[in-house]
Structures are given as structure tokens and as C-alpha cells.
């Protein structure tokens, strides 16, 4: 007990601590991005609201991560002040400022579209749209995934050479003049450090010595290189994280006044921009996600999610920071670093406030380059190479197409743009697999299935008529528009070929309305030549809900109509088939006559003394209609012969389903199995009309085998014959479902 508790312990320990350097290293990204962000939503207000922009990016940094991990879904997720947040606020910032609008009056605007969007964010997790994101095929995060990787490796590039802020991706990598070569030799130490040290520890997370490496190379750089040494306005450098003279409480209390203005005009001037953020933000956050999922192996919870970001961005707007969302660099940096739980961003989230408070002259010390390596080796194990496979599989290079598409999508459009190409492109592999695929599993002439009532075998001739006018098919996977004309196409050679075309939908997944308009034509024009549309094992609903027989009565393919039926299981279809329709089957079954049990096929060739002795050693039993003959596992032993009426034998599979063995008329024999066993009945024998049986008892049997041995083994050997009939039909049916 007390080394379980040790051990617990220990493992909980472990944990905080990688949570711990996964924290800090989420919040050393996340942090300069947020004040980066700050400063470039309020900068076009002017004034001081720059640098309040910069405490902006702060407090939402800070509050996001400390309220989103708390109710969210995720557990390594890192909540941030992202792009998508900076792009459209900056971009109503301006608008709003060329209009005329005062500068308080645009800050209480964006801090109440930050609150608005996180109160949609809600709405949507708890409406269940974020269980959407489950659906995204593999190839569209495969692609996302790559992309992800090789759009962070082109934005940090520029960062690695040490560019002026603004340089493209193709300018930097053309002009080796403009490159900070200090600052390539900082970023390349950084590199190789992330790069080697998984091979020689696991102790400390890579991130974190790659990142202590960078800082100790650039100082020994400094060391050579005085005017390397100052924070100033040093590109090289995160810089000091200076937010002017606005304090925080001033910060906060300037917004609440903000708020005080608020009106129904403000609001609805606000309600558009408010929905398209909360959707930006939404889509990138579980897109995150699912790349979080995909190299962890773990499962977030969508619809949590999005409340726990919901609630983070309302946070944030009520204390006067900027919105976010779960970023991408930030929550891997905390993977690679260690981080194993939700406490790795509520760390994050005290760290950055501690960084601010604290901190701020260590933290102007972290070389850009340091950062930017670490992310480009980050980038770099992002790319799914492993997909890159598919290329080379005809089976799959369809695939490799979907991923290719988005990757290229997420480099010259936008992630989002890329994700909603990707589930089209999906879609239309998905709808081309289906249709390839064929919606008849099998098909069954009807001598393959048919003659289950025994006691008409006496007119072979008719009953194989009968069933050469029927055919089976076993549909499956999905009928919808693109398997139609492929369903149209399997069913129309029946017409004027069968009187009956019987469909068992037990296989169906799907059904839609096309499929429904060619199952519509098909009984129409078996209509025309009198012939029949019978439908069976119809599922009580599908996967999607869809309630299949109320739905083929509700778009007319079933309806009060003598030409198109639907039963429960195909046994029933078979029998009212048999039956030339069902409509007489009741009367053909009482029209046969009573017999009696001296004209029993079983006795001919016994001696009138043998007839006598059974007729006196059995018994007579009446059964009504809809009640047992004998139920499975009865304690009984008894052979029963049927003198009048029709009894229905099955084989229970569960409370409500049945496996029909046959029906049976006047003279033949049920109950064999248990007579011949001793040990009770395996089936059911339900009398179909009014029913009246011979009894014979096991131990009278017994008695008349002493006495007249030529009956009993006329009696034993029409019991083996009955029961190696019905096997033999039974395996001609699974034979024939089976095919």
C-alpha cells in the first residue's frame, strides 16, 4: 500500500514538473505574440493605446490561458491572442477610426466583440456543433497537419536570418546580405540542440535546452561583440516588454468606463463581426485539436472546448484583453516540452502574468532566432511524411491528391480555406468509393429458397412453379442518388421475368429520396405486368436516424396498394409468396382437409393391428389459433401429428426475431427432434389456424415398439426422414444467403 502511494506520488510529481516546463515554454511563445497582437489591434488609435495594446495582449494571454484549460476540453491545448483575432480586430480598428469614431468608443467596441464572441463560442459547444470536427477525414489532417508544419517553417524562417520585420519568405531567402548572421549562428545552435538532444536525454525537455542555448550563444557572441549586448531596439532580441505609462489597474478602469456608453446601436453594429470571429476562432481552436490528437494520441472533447474558450474570451474582454483561440505554436512548444495536462496551460497562464510582473528583463534576453529554430524543428516533425507513401499506392493516391490540395491551400489561401477544401475533396472520393461499390450482395432464385411448407411437397410441380416466378435480392451498404442507377439497372431485367421481386433491406445503411424515386418506378412497372414489390427485414431505423418504413410509406413507394407489400422478415415474405399472394392463405390452409391417423403417409404397409394399437395408445389436443403446439425447452417428449389445420415451426433467436424451419399441414409429424432425444422441444410450433394434433406420448411408444416392432420403425425412420427434409432445406437456404 505504502509503495503504491509512492509511486503515485512520484508519477504526480513527474507530471507537475513536466507540466511545468512545458508552461514556461508555451508562455516564452506565447507571450511576445500576444503583445505583438495587442500593439497591432490598438496602434492605428494612437496615442497611448499602443501601448496599451501591448498590457491588451498581456491580459488576454493571462486570462485565456488560465479560464480556457480550466473548463475546456483539451488537455495540452496552450489559449492564446492569435492571428485570427489580430486580423479581424485590427482590420475594424482602422475602419472604425477612418468613420470618425472616437477612440473610446472603438475600444469598448472590440472588447464587446471579444465578449460576444466568446458568448456564441458557448452557444455552439453547448448546441453540439463542435462534434462536427470528428468527421474530418485523416487525409484532411494529414494535409492539415503538413501544412501546419511547412507554414510555420516559412514564417519563422525569415525570423532565423534575421530580417527586417515585413520581408517575404522568397526576399529573405534571395538576399544573403540582409541576413543577421549573428543571428543564424544563435538559431542554428538552438537547432542542433533541439535536434540532438532527445539522443542523449529526456530529462529536461529539448525545447527548454535549445532554448537556454540560444541565450548562452548569443551572450558568448555578445561577449565578442559588445553592441550586441543591449535590448533596445534590438531585432535580435524579444526586447523588454514595455507598455508605456499605462498601469494595469488604469488599464482595467479605463475599459469599464468604456463600457458605460454601451447601447442598442453599438450592439448590432458589433453582432456580425462578433459571429465571424467567434467561427474564426472556433475553427481554429479545434483544428489545433485535432493536430494535438493526431501526434498525441489523445481524444479532446469538441463541445467542451468550445465553452472553455467561450468563457476564456469573455474572461479576457471583461479584465480588457484581446480575444484568442488555441494556437499551434504555443501548444506544441508545451508538447515537446513536456507538458501532459490542462496544468500545463494554467502554468502558462501564471507564468505570463508572472513574466510581466517579474520577469520582463529576462525574458527581453531570448534571442528571435532561438525561437524561430525551435519552431522550424517543431514545424519540421509536423509534416506527415509517413502519407507521403500514398503517392506510390494506386489504391490510395487519390488520396495523396486530398492531401496534397490542402496542403497547398493552407500555403497560399489560409488554414480555414484548406480544411473546407479538404472535406469537399473527401466527400467526393467518399461518394465515388460508394458508388464503385455494389449495392447487391446477393441475388437468390426462388427454387434456392423457397419450400418451406413440407406438407406441400406432395405437389413438387406447383411449388416450383411458384418459386421459379420469384427472385431475392439482398441490398446493401447506401441507396442514395449516386447507387440509383446502379439499383435501377440490377432490378430491371425482373420485370416481365417475375411476379415477385423481393428486396431484403436488412444490409441498408442509408436510403434517400433518388433511391426512393427508382424503387418507385420499379413497382410501377412491375405493377404494369401484375407483378409484385415485396420488401422485408426493413431495420427498425438506420444509423442516421431515418426511420425506413415510415419513410418508403411516406414517399410512396408502400402504400394501400395490392401490389406492394413490406413484412418483417423475409420468411414472412417467402410464405405469403407461396401462399400465391397471401390472400388466400388462410383459406388454402383451412380448405385442406382433417386426416385422419389411419391415412398418415407414415402408416402405409403397417398392419391393421399396428393402426389400431397407435390410434388407441395417442391422444387428441385442439389448439386455437395464435397459440402453442409446444414451446422451445418444454420438459416434454411427446411426437406430435397434425390431423387439421397448419402449424408455423421456428426457432427463437431473440425475444422479438425468429428463424422459420417450415409449415406444416394435416399428417405430418413435429416434435421429432425432442422425441427422438428425450430432452425437450428446440423449437417453437405456433398452430396458424385452429389446429387439432395426435399426441404420443414417449412412454406409449415405448410400449407399442415391444409389441409391434414394424410400427415403430416406421415411425422412427418417417421422424428421421421429416427432420433430414428440413435440414436439407435449411441448408439450401444459408447456402443460397450465403452465396
Known amino acids: ?122 452557444g455552439l459547444g453547448l448546441a453540439g456543433i463542435g462534434r462536427l470536427i470528428k468527421f474530418i477525414p485523416f487525409p484532411v489532417v494529414s494535409g492539415y497537419l503538413s501544412g501546419v508544419g511547412l507554414i510555420i517553417i516559412g514564417s519563422q524562417i525569415p525570423k532565423f536570418l534575421g530580417v527586417a520585420n515585413g520581408t517575404t519568405l522568397v526576399d529573405a531567402i534571395s538576399s544573403p546580405g540582409m541576413w543577421s548572421w549573428p543571428g543564424v549562428a544563435v538559431g542554428a545552435v538552438a537547432m542542433a540542440t533541439m535536434v540532438l538532444t532527445p539522443r542523449l536525454t529526456r530529462t529536461v525537455p529539448a525545447a527548454i535546452l535549445a532554448l537556454l542555448a540560444g541565450v548562452a550563444g548569443y551572450q558568448l557572441l555578445g561577449a565578442m561583440d559588445p553592441e550586441l549586448l543591449t535590448t533596445q531596439g534590438n531585432p535580435l532580441l524579444v526586447g523588454s516588454l514595455n507598455t508605456g505609462d499605462v498601469g494595469l489597474a488604469d488599464s482595467m478602469i479605463q475599459h469599464w468606463k468604456a463600457f458605460q456608453v454601451l447601447n442598442v446601436e453599438t450592439v448590432s453594429k458589433v453582432l456580425v463581426p462578433s459571429l465571424t470571429l467567434a467561427v474564426l476562432l472556433s475553427i481554429d481552436t479545434l483544428k489545433t485539436c485535432v493536430v494535438i490528437d493526431a501526434m498525441t494520441k489523445t ?80 514545424g519540421y516533425r ?123 433491406m436488412r444490409r441498408v445503411q442509408s436510403l434517400d429520396v433518388t433511391a426512393t424515386h427508382v424503387l418507385e418506378q420499379i413497382k410501377d412497372r412491375l405493377e404494369e405486368h401484375n407483378a409484385y414489390l415485396v420488401f422485408c427485414d426493413i431495420p427498425k431505423g438506420l444509423p442516421s436516424g431515418l426511420k425506413m418504413k415510415r419513410f418508403l410509406k411516406e414517399t410512396g413507394v408502400v402504400r394501400p396498394t395490392n401490389k406492394a407489400f413490406a413484412f418483417r422478415q423475409l420468411d414472412e415474405a417467402l410464405e405469403w409468396v407461396e401462399t400465391n399472394g397471401g390472400a388466400n392463405a388462410v383459406t388454402q390452409d383451412t380448405a385442406l382437409p382433417a386426416m385422419a391417423l389411419a391415412d398418415s403417409p407414415f402408416l402405409r404397409g403397417i398392419s391393421p393391428d399396428g393402426v389400431r394399437a397407435l390410434s388407441a395408445a395417442v391422444s387428441t389436443r385442439p389448439v386455437r389459433a395464435g397459440d402453442f403446439v409446444f414451446k422451445v425447452h418444454e420438459d416434454d417428449d411427446s411426437l406430435f401429428i397434425v390431423r387439421s389445420g397448419s402449424v408455423k415451426v421456428t426457432v427463437p433467436i431473440d425475444r422479438k426475431e425468429s428463424y422459420h424451419l417450415a409449415t406444416i399441414g394435416p399428417g405430418e409429424l413435429i416434435g421429432g427432434m425432442g422425441f427422438l432425444e428425450s430432452s425437450g422441444h428446440v423449437t417453437d410450433a405456433l ?31 418417417n421422424v428421421a426422414l421429416n427432420l433430414s427434409m428440413r435440414l436439407r432445406v435449411t441448408i439450401g437456404e444459408l447456402q443460397a444467403l450465403r452465396g
Open 299 to 378: 481524444h479532446h472533447d469538441s463541445n467542451r472546448e468550445l465553452v472553455g474558450q467561450g468563457l476564456g474570451n469573455i474572461a479576457s474582454s471583461m479584465i480588457g484583453g484581446i480575444p484568442g483561440a488555441g494556437t499551434m505554436g504555443a501548444s506544441l512548444i508545451n508538447i515537446s516540452s513536456g507538458g501532459t495536462s490542462r496544468t500545463s496551460g494554467l502554468i502558462c497562464g501564471v507564468f505570463s502574468l508572472l513574466a510581466f510582473l517579474l520577469l520582463a528583463p529576462l525574458i527581453a534576453w531570448v534571442p528571435v532566432a532561438a525561437l524561430a529554430a525551435i519552431l522550424m524543428v517543431i
Open 1 to 122: 500500500m505504502l509503495s503504491e502511494l509512492t509511486s503515485k506520488i512520484a508519477f504526480s510529481r513527474a507530471t507537475l514538473t513536466n507540466d511545468v516546463w512545458g508552461g514556461l515554454a508555451a508562455m516564452l511563445v506565447a507571450l511576445p505574440s500576444a503583445i505583438a497582437f495587442g500593439v497591432t489591434i490598438l496602434a492605428p488609435l494612437g496615442g497611448t493605446l499602443a501601448a496599451q495594446g501591448a498590457l491588451a495582449g498581456i491580459l488576454g494571454a493571462t486570462a485565456l490561458a488560465l479560464v480556457a484549460p480550466s473548463f475546456g476540453g483539451s488537455s495540452r491545448l496552450i489559449t492564446a491572442p492569435c492571428a485570427p483575432a489580430a486580423a479581424v480586430l485590427s482590420a475594424l480598428a482602422l475602419t472604425f477610426s477612418q468613420q470618425g469614431t472616437p477612440a473610446d468608443t472603438i475600444l469598448l467596441m472590440l472588447g464587446l466583440i471579444g465578449l460576444l464572441s466568446g458568448a456564441i463560442q458557448i
Open 687 to 717: 398452430a396458424l389456424t385452429d389446429v387439432e394434433v395426435y399426441v404420443l406420448a414417449h412412454e406409449d411408444f415405448d410400449l407399442l415398439a415391444k409389441q409391434h416392432g414394424d410400427l415403430a420403425l416406421s415411425i422412427v425412420h
Open 382 to 504: 509536423m509534416i506527415d511524411q509517413h502519407s507521403l507513401h500514398f503517392f506510390f499506392t494506386p489504391t490510395t493516391r487519390l488520396d495523396f491528391v486530398v492531401i496534397v490540395a490542402v496542403i497547398l491551400v493552407a500555403i497560399f489561401v489560409n488554414l480555414i480555406a484548406a480544411s473546407g477544401v479538404g472535406v469537399a475533396l473527401a466527400m467526393v472520393l467518399f461518394i465515388r468509393e460508394q458508388t464503385r461499390s455494389s449495392v447487391v450482395r446477393n441475388r437468390i432464385d426462388g427454387p434456392e429458397i423457397f419450400s418451406k411448407h413440407a406438407y406441400k411437397l406432395r405437389d413438387t410441380g406447383q411449388a416450383l412453379e411458384q418459386a421459379r416466378q420469384a427472385v431475392v435480392f439482398e441490398l446493401q451498404g447506401s441507396l442514395f442518388f449516386g447507387t440509383a442507377s446502379q439499383l435501377q439497372a440490377a432490378l430491371e431485367p425482373e420485370i416481365g421475368a417475375r411476379t415477385y421481386v423481393i428486396l431484403s
